[in-house]
Structure formats: structure tokens, C-alpha cells
């Protein structure tokens, strides 16, 4: 019998051939030391031998999921995350874990960061949840770190960052740092079942988004100082900055939608505006990030009055665009979002997936070229894989206990 046609991009058997794909690329960021290694164009770690908390982190995550698709030779790498944020990562004098240590396992910075304590509780959970020896004392570990440290009860959200000993704390609050709380927050309640976690991640998605971003326009605010006013201004002369660009970043507004869809389906009672934020977030996506400069994809940053400020097309923000689309169809049954998913993957397809090196461009330049001004290389996988994998899961749980439950054959 004569094959069918391909399958068209974002359909199940061609998410499922690109998850392996990616996965396939990701397995090369092993260290031989501990962790896993930052990856270039081709997937080889780079040479300095520096191990990353955030991305040790993420990848622990990536190969949790895999592990509990059943996917062989996945659990030896989650244990080997596992091992390296236990330990190698971990500042055994002062609690935490550092943002980075160099080949001698020196940390490189004197920082402990909300974003990256966000990413071990994030793969402390999914490890958890696929049941890998020390993800449990791991996660119990980071919440408590996160509960003492970087959790403000008065604030409704998360301080950005610390020195090493807990002494001084960074005269700065984030909104990306707190979105990964958010995903991390939402993990570890669906693991350990204490719902004050929900209950946080709601007061973090009510203070960002429904306070901040609902009266900006929908531009979401990404800096802010002490007392949440907001800093329009920062890193102005550094727009293209990779964690805290200035300006306005439009796959954050799609992250928040995606989780503002999560969290509708998870707390109790939840309130009517996240799913009304959600599509509004979603609306402003489009309307101010996709091909408003004439060609296709999507602006990185744009400015206050919504035009873009750089031009580069990032990966992710195509990743998240795409998880957003599918959430709200989920949500809603409204066709849109199913066209716009599909558009969304037709471009993913034929721009940033490398079918000759692996894994996908990270960076586009805006004719749709590889480049590297932003991110060099293709650090991670988790996005990428998160986009193959959770258009076919739920919106709550989270993907990791989703994908339990359904090896156990408990309804979600």
C-alpha cells in the first residue's frame, strides 16, 4: 500500500515525530561532570564546561516527560539532573542553589535568583511525578528555599534575587521570574497536593496581569522596583537584553495565557477574568507581534505605543504561541484559535525547525534568517518539546503529573 500523505505540522503523529527529534538533540547536553551543558548549532555543549541551574533544570524537566511517555534511556538522565541540583548546583553552606559554576565547580556568580530556583522546583516536581529516587527531598527542599527567601506574602509574588548568604536582596522585581513561579507554583501542587501553591500562583497572575498589564493596554510590564511601579524605561539601552529586555515582550504575553488558561482550570472557584485575560493577552499577541513589520513571524519586543523595538525572531515565542492557541481552543471551542495554531506550526515548519542539524533555530534574523545576536547556539529543548507535547494534554494538571495520570490510567 502506498503512503498517505504527511501528516500536516501540529497533528499528533507529526508532534510526536518532532518530540523524538527534539529529544534526539537534547540527549547531547549530558556533562560527564554533572548537569547538562549549554548546546551549539549542532548540539555539542560548549567548551568552557559552565553548567547553568536554569538550563540543568529545564532539561531535567524535558527528560521527566519523556521518561513518563515511556520513551527508553529517559530515567538515567532525570536522575543525572536530579544529581547535579542535589549537589554540584547546590550551595550546601547557604541553602539555594547558584545561578552557575564554571568546569572546577566554582560558582560564577555570587546571586541566587527567583528564575532559576523557579526551574528546580519545576523539575523537582515533574521528576517527582515520574517517581525518580531524590526528586521528592529535592522538591521539598526548593519549596522550602522558595517559602523562605523569595515568597513576599505582602507583595502577593516573588523578590527577584539575593546574594549568597541571604543578606541583600535585589532593589528590583520581575514579571518573567514570577511567570516561571507561577509554572513551578502549579507543578508542585499538582505533586505534593498543598494548595497554597495554587493559591500564590493566582495572586502573582492577579497582581501581573490583571492589575498591570489589563490597564496597559495589554502590554505587559516586565520591570518594576520595590513598591511594583513600574520602570518603562529599563534597559533601555540594552533592548535586546535575553532575560530582562526593555520594552514590552510579546511571547511573555502568550506564556501568560497559556497559564492564566491552566490556572482557570485548576484553582477553586476561579475568578472570570483569567480566561477573559487570557484571550485578551492572546488578542494583543497577534495584533502587535505577528508580521506587523511585513514579514512573517513573530517581533520579539515592542515599545509602550506597541511597535517593535527588536525585530528578531525568537523560537520560543512561536512555542508559546502556539501552546496559548491551543489552551484557548480547549477553553473556548473558538475556531480562531485552532486556525491560528495551525498557522503557527505551518511556520514553525518551514523557518525554524533545522532539519539538517537538529533541534530549532533559536534565533531568526527578521527575513527569517538564522542568527545569533540574541542567543547563540540552541541552549535548550523546553519549550520546543513543551510545544510538541502540550497541545494533546490537558490544561490542568500540570504535563508531568498529566502525563502520570494517564500511565496510571487516572482520570485527569
Known amino acids: 500500500m502506498e503512503p498517505g500523505p504527511p501528516e500536516p505540522p501540529g497533528q ?150 539575593w546574594d549568597r548568604a541571604w543578606t541583600t536582596c535585589e532593589a528590583y522585581r520581575g514579571a518573567n521570574s514570577n511567570m516561571h513561579a507561577v509554572e513551578g507554583f502549579l507543578a508542585a501542587a499538582d505533586v505534593t497536593g498543598e494548595q497554597v501553591w495554587r493559591t500564590r500562583a493566582l495572586r502573582i497572575a492577579e497582581r501581573v496581569v490583571h492589575e498591570y498589564a489589563r490597564g496597559n493596554a495589554w502590554r505587559l510590564i516586565e520591570h518594576f522596583d520595590t513598591s511594583w511601579r513600574p520602570m518603562y524605561e529599563y534597559n533601555r539601552e540594552r533592548p535586546d537584553d535575553p532575560f530582562r529586555p526593555y520594552a514590552a515582550t510579546v511571547g511573555h504575553w502568550f506564556e501568560w495565557s497559556r497559564l492564566l488558561v491552566s490556572l482557570a482550570a485548576c484553582v477553586p472557584d476561579p ?72 498557522t503557527w506550526w505551518t511556520y514553525a515548519d518551514a523557518f525554524l525547525l533545522d532539519r539538517a542539524r537538529g533541534s530549532w533555530h533559536h534565533e531568526l534574523d527578521p527575513d527569517n534568517r538564522p542568527s545569533a545576536t540574541v542567543w547563540s547556539g540552541k541552549p535548550d529543548a523546553y519549550h520546543a518539546v513543551q510545544a510538541t507535547l502540550l497541545p494533546r494534554l490537558p490544561a490542568a494538571p500540570s504535563p508531568a503529573e498529566a502525563l502520570r495520570r494517564s500511565r496510571s490510567g487516572q482520570a485527569s
Open 12 to 161: 499528533s503523529r507529526w508532534l510526536d515525530a518532532e518530540f523524538d527529534r527534539l529529544l534526539t538533540f537534547a540527549r547531547g547536553a549530558r556533562l560527564a561532570g554533572g548537569g547538562f551543558g549549554r548546546l551549539d548549532d549542532v548540539g555539542v555543549p560548549t567548551s568552557d564546561g559552565t553548567v547553568h541551574t536554569w538550563i540543568t533544570a529545564r532539561m531535567t524537566h524535558v527528560f521527566a516527560l519523556a521518561h513518563l511517555r515511556a520513551v527508553p534511556d529517559t530515567a538515567p538522565l532525570v536522575d543525572h539532573g536530579i544529581a547535579a541540583l542535589s549537589s554540584l548546583l547546590r550551595d550546601g553552606r547557604h541553602g539555594g542553589w547558584y545561578a552557575s559554576i564554571d568546569a572546577a565547580g566554582r560558582p560564577l556568580t555570587s546571586d541566587k535568583r527567583a528564575y532559576d530556583h523557579a526551574f528546580v522546583v519545576l523539575a523537582a516536581a515533574s521528576a517527582a511525578a515520574a517517581a525518580r529516587p531524590g526528586a521528592d527531598e529535592l522538591l521539598a527542599e526548593a519549596l522550602t528555599v522558595v517559602e523562605r527567601c523569595f515568597w513576599s506574602e505582602a507583595e502577593g509574588a516573588c523578590v527577584e534575587s
Open 271 to 342: 475568578p472570570g477574568w483569567l480566561l477573559d485575560d487570557a484571550a485578551a493577552l492572546f488578542a494583543a499577541g497577534v495584533r502587535e507581534g505577528w508580521h506587523v513589520d511585513g514579514r512573517a513571524g513573530f517581533v520579539y519586543t515592542v515599545d509602550w505605543d506597541g511597535k517593535p523595538v527588536v525585530r528578531t525572531r525568537m523560537h520560543w515565542v512561536l512555542a508559546e504561541a502556539v501552546m496559548a492557541a491551543s489552551a484557548l481552543y480547549g477553553a473556548t471551542g473558538d475556531p480562531d484559535y485552532e486556525h491560528w495554531y495551525r
